[in-house]
C-alpha cells in the first residue's frame, strides 16, 4: 500500500517540476522575442528567437500596437488526459525604431 502511494507522489512531484520548466521556458522564450522586436528585427527572426528558448510544439504570436512589441507563447505539458495544462507567457517591448528618443539615458 505504502509503495503505490509513494511510486504515485513521486509522479506527481515529476510532473509539476516538469510544468514549472515548461512555464520558465515560456516566459524566457517570450522576452527573448521581445528583445529581438524591439531591436527591429524581422518577424520570422523574432518567431525563430522565442521558438529557440521556448518548450517543443509551442506557439508564439507577435503584434505591434503603435510602439510597443507584444509576443505571446503558449505551449502545454506534458501529460495524459487531464494533466495537459496550457501555458502562457507574454513580453512587452518599447519599438526601439518607432520610439522617438535620443538614444542617450
Known amino acids: 500500500m505504502v509503495i503505490p502511494a509513494l511510486v504515485l507522489l513521486v509522479a506527481g512531484l515529476?510532473?509539476?517540476?516538469?510544468?514549472?520548466?515548461?512555464?520558465?521556458?515560456?516566459?524566457d522564450a517570450a522576452r527573448a522575442g521581445a528583445r529581438a522586436a524591439a531591436r527591429g528585427e524581422p518577424a520570422e527572426d523574432v518567431r525563430r528567437a522565442a521558438r529557440a528558448a521556448a518548450p517543443?510544439?509551442?506557439?508564439?504570436?507577435?503584434?505591434?500596437?503603435?510602439e510597443l512589441v507584444r509576443v505571446a507563447v503558449r505551449a502545454r505539458t506534458v501529460g495524459p488526459g487531464p494533466l495537459t495544462v496550457e501555458l502562457s507567457s507574454e513580453?512587452?517591448?518599447?519599438?526601439?525604431?518607432?520610439?522617438?528618443?535620443s538614444g542617450v539615458l
Open 56 to 66: 517543443p510544439g509551442a506557439r508564439v504570436e507577435t503584434a505591434r500596437e503603435g
Open 91 to 101: 513580453a512587452v517591448a518599447l519599438d526601439e525604431r518607432r520610439a522617438g528618443g
Open 14 to 27: 515529476l510532473w509539476g517540476l516538469m510544468a514549472a520548466v515548461a512555464r520558465i521556458q515560456c516566459v
